[in-house]
């Protein structure tokens, strides 16, 4: 549901949420980048913002909208904001009616969000015309479906890389689209790490040295060997088309983060390794 009102200005209240956003246009590519299902969940924290979804149980997506991304943030002192659910369909619409901005002073938008169980209110001023946009959101009850997914255990951690995102995306293009699973090595010897997949066209192997350009970091504990469900590495894609940069984290029992660096935030995939019992889509 969306309501889109042309007001002036209006009496001022107080919300449990209220901030201008620097860059309309960067909070549209981290949303869009996780659009892998219509309900996120919304947290709101003394840090910034964050967008969550669940897919299938086994991929956790999360778009972080920082407090650093705000010209304006302001969030009532000690009070936690419930977590709430929205539509990314409706929000990533909305959002998209505000934009794109024709010069970097109107790239922005506020943010507001009244009290629990209230709509999500998004505006923008056209001070040249005089007239505001708001958009409405209704708010939902949170995703059911959770994830209970962090790799921030360094112990537990086992491989970690930075690489380029171009240097990934190219590798990705590559593979068969039939395949059902991407294996992933990481090894201290060259080639430190390699992609194979195999699909009703053969089998494809990429690989890479260490000190290749691909790589901007580099720590691999043991060799080790990780597959996962190619169509769960697929939701990444636009969020490797957005970004410059991908960080890659692996748990000791295969759990895989990638971090994708994307103009001023990041989004972050999290999935569990392959299981030959399920299919990719359950």
Not at 11 to 39: D, M, P, W, Y
Not at 86 to 115: E, H, V
Not at 153 to 162: C, F, V
Not at 255 to 271: D, K, N
């Amino acid at each position: 549901m969306q309501e889109i009102m042309a007001t002036t200005t209006g009496a001022v209240t107080t919300n449990v949420f209220s901030g201008e956003v620097n860059s309309l246009r960067t909070v549209l590519n981290l949303l869009k980048s996780i659009h892998i299902k219509n309900i996120a969940t919304c947290n709101i924290y003394d840090e910034g913002i964050t967008f969550t979804v669940v897919e299938t149980h086994r991929v956790k997506a999360i778009a972080y909208i920082r407090r650093h991304m705000f010209e304006i943030y302001r969030k009532q002192q000690g009070q936690e904001v419930p977590t709430f659910g929205i539509g990314l369909n409706t929000l990533i619409d909305s959002l998209s009616l505000l934009g794109p901005a024709s010069t970097p002073a109107a790239d922005t938008c506020k943010i507001q969000y009244p009290s629990t169980g209230t709509h999500l209110v998004i505006s923008r001023d056209d001070r040249e015309n005089d007239v505001s946009t708001h958009c409405r959101l209704v708010t939902l009850e949170p995703d059911s479906e959770n994830l209970e997914l962090s790799l921030n255990d360094e112990p537990n951690l086992s491989q970690r890389a930075i690489m380029k995102s171009s240097w990934l995306k190219e590798a990705m293009s590559d593979l068969d689209k039939s395949c059902e699973k991407i294996n992933m090595t990481f090894s201290p010897a060259d080639p430190c790490f390699s992609l194979t997949g195999e699909g009703n066209n053969g089998t494809f192997e990429m690989e890479y040295p260490e000190h290749s350009e691909s790589f901007i970091s580099f720590h691999c504990n043991e060799a080790a060997t990780y597959s996962y469900h190619f169509s769960h590495i697929v939701y990444c894609n636009k969020a490797l088309d957005q970004s410059d940069e991908v960080s890659l984290r692996v748990s000791r029992d295969g759990v895989l983060s990638m971090l994708f660096r994307i103009q001023e935030s990041h989004v972050e995939f999290t999935m569990l390794p392959y299981d030959s019992s399920t299919t990719g889509d359950a």
